[in-house]
């Protein structure tokens, strides 16, 4: 560890950066949210449906908040966002009907596009002013430990929980403790965080910045293709990534539709803990893997690396062999949380400061587009069809969108 990374790892604002990501990945229900649908008769083409309508809101208000955070303030704009997550859970909690989940949706949905790409920025700035940008790879890895972190706590005590607690639905009442707390923690981030850069803002403005941002992605070739590359890997990865509760299901109890046992809530707990703890020691490493070869080519190696365990995911149902399903998806996670630090790292190099939170937001926002389209489909494919033909399929086109989107690059 150099001097310049040891002082990093005792500076007390990227101690905040760390605890931020902790406390905000402190989501109880999320081993257990599909199992939690399905238990109000929601089959999986409905379940893909209210996945496909948060990000439906994610993809409307995506660009127009990275504009809010760069020029009303980032600071503001993360605490706008723990509040629109706290109406969330308590409607996921009250919930017992598509409508009232869609709401809660909705409110997760809102939380999500405020947030995206703005604490990242937040990131940016501070190390510009530290002069240690260059170390944005390290200390973006070391942030994104501590969440990974936050979620294998959660996944842990979220198995105390279930055991103690009379229904799932408690734990979404827990999780608005966490997130009081970092809406607290933002309030107490220093002013000049907030980089607020005008004081109006008019819709013709965010056309504007909007156009600017689309102008640079057709310029840069490169650049784009790293969009593209990071938002369809995340959303294909986000569109499976809760599979596995269903999967274990059919696999444990015999159908998607069976009450889960305390096996597989247990099952889940431990999965899910583990697949995060693994996940925050590899991001947490992963900038040694940048002095070997360049960010770009390890992102294009891991999404080569996620279609190949997709198709094993699939072999894993065909013969009904649950500790392949749940390899495969512990070895994902890991992939994923190793790819996003390599994403920042090249995403820093390639984007003019002053458009960060908004081309940032871009990624976030082709990744939404992409889940709103997948989401129900998968979950209709599902219902139709069988799990093992709908990840089959699945990891041979992932295996042809990365050959196309390297070629590209390359021209």
């Known amino acids: 560890m150099t001097s310049t990374q040891q002082a990093i790892k005792n500076d007390k604002q990227i101690k905040k950066f760390c605890a931020y990501g902790f406390l905000k990945n402190l989501k109880f229900f999320e081993p257990y949210l599909v199992v939690y649908l399905l238990g109000f008769d929601l089959n999986l083409f409905e379940i ?11 993809y409307l208000f995506e660009i127009p908040s990275g504009i809010i955070a760069d020029h009303y303030g980032k ?3 993360l605490m706008m966002c723990f509040l629109f997550y706290m109406a969330s859970f308590v409607f996921f909690f009250i919930g017992g009907s598509f409508l009232i989940f869609a709401i809660a949706m909705f409110f997760f949905g809102l939380g999500e596009a405020f947030r995206s ?60 403790i966490p997130y009081l707390l970092d809406f607290l923690l933002i309030a107490s ?15 013709g403005f965010v056309f504007k910045e909007g156009l600017g941002s689309l102008s640079v992605l057709k310029q840069n070739r490169q650049l784009r293709g790293l969009l593209l590359s990071s938002s369809s890997y995340d959303a294909f990865f986000r569109t499976i990534k809760d599979y596995v509760q269903p999967l274990l299901l059919i696999l444990f109890v015999g159908s998607i539709q069976d009450q889960a046992t305390m096996q597989v809530k ?36 891991l999404f080569d690396g996620f279609g190949l365990l997709i198709g094993l995911i699939a072999l ?9 399903i749940m390899i495969a998806f512990f070895l994902l996670f890991i992939m994923k949380d190793m790819r996003r630090p390599l994403f920042v790292s090249a995403a820093g190099d390639l984007i003019p400061k002053k ?5 940032l937001s871009v990624e976030s926002q082709l990744r939404a587009l992409m889940l709103i389209v997948l989401a129900p489909v998968f979950g209709f494919l599902a219902q139709q069809f069988s799990l093992s033909l709908l990840f089959l399929g699945l990891g041979l086109v992932i295996l042809i969108i990365n050959r196309w989107l390297v070629s590209n690059m390359t021209k």
Do not use: C
């Open 316 to 324: 894993g149902v065909w013969i009904q062999q649950p500790i392949i």
């Open 75 to 77: 600071k503001k704009e």
């Open 117 to 176: 790409g703005t604490h990242k920025a937040m990131i940016y700035g501070y190390l510009e002013k530290k002069n240690w940008f260059d170390q944005k790879t390290y200390v973006y890895g070391r942030t994104r430990s501590f969440s990974l972190v936050g979620s294998s706590i959660s996944a842990l005590l979220s198995i105390i929980f279930v055991l103690s607690l009379p229904s799932l639905r408690g734990l979404f009442l827990i999780g608005v």
């Open 48 to 58: 893909g449906l209210l996945y496909s309508l948060r990000e439906a809101i994610m």
């Open 355 to 359: 458009q960060r939170a908004t081309i």
């Open 266 to 301: 247990v099952t889940l707990g431990v999965l899910y803990g583990a697949m995060n703890l693994a996940s925050a020691f590899a991001s947490r490493n992963v900038y040694r893997l940048t002095n070997q070869s360049s960010p770009l080519a390890w992102m294009n190696r």
């Open 189 to 203: 981030y220093p002013d000049y965080l907030d980089e607020r850069r005008e004081t109006t803002l008019s819709m």
